[in-house]
């Protein structure tokens, strides 16, 4: 087993709530193992740039509370080439790093994996942290429950208003290749519809039940569209519905980057914390080239090469309820 005496932690890809309750955990455990601890900022790019920052037990005070992440994230092309990954071998070999924690999503996993096979001397564990919640391995990724709950909070104020006027709204909402976050916040509104790319939009279909809806009385209508649904997204489906049923005032709101900002909800505070201190443990175990993920309550490490290889997939029974309901 390797000599573990120094590690490092990093956030990398698209910022999660919950980031920093995990950077905690990885720092407080780190130091209760006995280890060092660096920070690395803005992810890979930190690495080659050599922009590394010791971490005590005091430098992750009051921070599990706050979204964002104190190291910074950042997305690095240069770790993309041989060069910029030889050049961050070098910088971390300088400063005596054993191990690294890395926090993020698929492209960071194929980074940390790509980088293992290179430079097998310094370990790799990952902990997922991406509001998609697309990675296998896990029930859940960090920052997918405070994301869903945001829209929640931001769809329910716009039904206020939809009911006051007998208004459509579609609410577009992050997902780009998975329609997880459109799923559990469309069930979570009662939303009319949920589009998602997983699935094919029948636009006249659509048409149907809204017009259905319209004649039980219904004040308002919620249709959730997931960025990457077939349509090309809220604008565009909601343009093409309105050519063709025109009674209800449509309107269109894109959420954006609020849903990845914000306070950690309770259960992406636990599950970084609890994720945080297994990255350290496992490390400590002897285990490397792992995604350290939560399954049915237990802890489970999933190779870096399965995690990148496959997506989560969506229940398809919250699909079938999410229709049934909306009738
Ligand atoms: P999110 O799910 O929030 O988008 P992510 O980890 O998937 O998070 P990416 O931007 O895809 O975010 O990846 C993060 C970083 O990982 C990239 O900016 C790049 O530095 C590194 N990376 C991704 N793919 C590769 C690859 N094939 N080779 C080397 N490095 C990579």
């Not at 997983?198 to 659509?206: A, H, I, N, S």
């Amino acid at each position: 087993m390797k000599d573990i005496r120094k590690i490092a932690v990093f956030t990398s890809g698209g910022d999660a709530p919950g980031m920093n309750a995990a950077i905690r955990a990885v720092v407080r455990n780190g130091i209760a193992n006995g280890l060092s601890v660096v920070g690395i900022k803005k992810g890979y790019q930190g690495m080659i740039d050599k922009d590394f920052v010791d971490l005590y037990s005091t430098s992750v005070s009051n921070i599990i509370q706050r979204g964002g992440t104190i190291l910074k994230t950042a997305r690095c092309e240069e770790f993309h080439d041989a060069e910029g990954r030889r050049k961050a071998y070098e910088h971390l070999v300088s400063n005596h790093i054993d191990a690294i924690v890395a926090i993020g999503g698929d492209g960071t996993f194929t980074g940390a994996h790509i980088f293992m096979q290179e430079y097998p001397d310094i370990s790799i564990v990952g902990i997922p942290g991406t509001i998609d919640n697309d990675l296998v391995g896990t029930d859940y990724t960090i920052g997918f429950d405070t994301a869903v709950n945001t829209v929640i909070d931001a769809v329910d104020k716009l039904r206020d208003t939809a009911a006051s006027h007998d208004r459509l709204f579609f609410v577009e909402v992050m997902g780009r290749d998975s329609g997880m976050i459109a799923l559990h916040s469309g069930i979570a509104v009662g939303a009319e519809a949920i589009l998602i790319p997983e699935t094919v939009t029948y636009v006249d279909q659509l048409i149907r039940q809204l017009e259905r809806g319209w004649l039980r009385n219904k004040s308002s209508c919620i249709i959730i569209v997931a960025e990457g649904d077939d349509t090309g997204g809220a604008t565009q489906i909601a343009e093409r519905v309105k050519m063709k049923f025109s009674n209800y005032d449509t309107r269109v709101s894109v959420l954006g980057h609020i849903q990845r900002g914000g306070n950690p909800s309770a259960n992406d505070r636990l599950l970084a914390t609890r994720l945080g201190y297994e990255a350290v443990e496992a490390l400590a175990k002897g285990k490397e080239g792992v995604m350290v993920g939560l399954e049915h309550e237990k802890i489970k490490y999933t190779p870096f090469a399965l995690a990148i290889k496959d997506k989560a997939k969506l229940n398809l029974n919250l699909v079938k309820i999410a229709e049934i309901l909306a009738m």
